[in-house]
């Protein structure tokens, strides 16, 4: 068996953890997943093949869900729990944390470290494999490395959807204007955020009178989008870890 390490770090945040890591470990490869997430039968071992195949620094691997109880039909219709799943060994332009596997020697060897100011709002692991991509290190999928992530009945809920649609833009953004500052990129992404506020409240209409609840949340998802980017280009940050 293995040896396992455990390793405590004081500071809150997933910046903090995650760098930790960086700073920890000892092997060739680091390895991500996310404590909700449970790994199959072809993991990590796909992590690996695919950094293998194609020299990538990062690789990212599919997380599938798994419901503990039955969702309402109205988010089994908008697939609202459903991830794209790319082409395995497809080259990608960013990558999340929570199924990840890492070069360690060509992220220190490119001084790529986690950044903190998004270590308590999230979005440190778009900006981590973004850093990456603009340093010239290769981002990879493998189609196999698939882990499963449990969802429960507290988030079958339009509320929660909507602020975790709001959250994720509003990070999203952040990571943008971070990569590029200018004033044209803010306007840009205001002006894509009133025309999906008006998308929104179109599909809320029509979801209401067709009676199709999926289609009027997909609405008030694309509403809670453009709310989120708007609070992205205005900088505001709301902890997400205490």
């Not at 988030?155 to 833009?169: C, G, N, P, Q």
């Not at 708007?230 to 870890?241: D, E, N, S, V």
Request: glycine content about 8%; overall charge positive; proline content about 5%.
């Amino acid at each position: 068996m293995a040896p396992i390490r455990y390793i405590h770090e004081p500071r809150p945040g997933l910046s903090a953890a995650r760098n930790r890591a960086l700073d920890e470990s000892r092997g060739d490869i680091l390895v991500f997943i996310d404590d909700d997430e449970v790994a199959g039968p072809g993991w990590p071992d796909g992590l690996v093949r695919a950094m293998a195949a194609t020299n990538a620094t990062l690789v990212g691997g599919p997380v599938r869900t798994i419901f503990t109880c039955d969702p309402p039909r109205w988010i089994v219709d908008g697939k609202f729990f459903s991830r794209p799943e790319p082409t395995d060994l497809s080259t990608q332009r960013w990558l999340r944390s929570g199924n990840l596997a890492i070069n360690i020697c060509a992220i220190r060897s490119a001084s790529i470290r986690f950044d903190e100011r998004f270590g308590t709002t999230g979005g440190e692991d778009v900006q981590f494999s973004r850093h990456a991509k603009a340093k010239g290190l290769g981002l990879s999928w493998s189609a196999t490395a698939v882990v499963s992530e449990f969802v429960g009945p507290e988030r079958l809920s339009l509320k929660w959807l909507a602020r975790r649609e709001r959250d994720s833009t509003a990070n999203w953004v952040r990571v943008e204007t971070d990569q590029d500052s200018r004033w044209r990129i803010r306007a840009l992404i205001a002006a894509r955020s009133a025309t999906r506020l008006s998308q929104g409240a179109a599909l809320v209409v029509a979801g209401t009178i067709t009676t199709r609840m999926h289609v009027a949340a997909q609405g008030v998802l694309h509403m809670a989008r453009a709310v989120g980017a708007i609070k992205g280009i205005a900088g505001q940050r709301r902890p997400r870890y205490r």
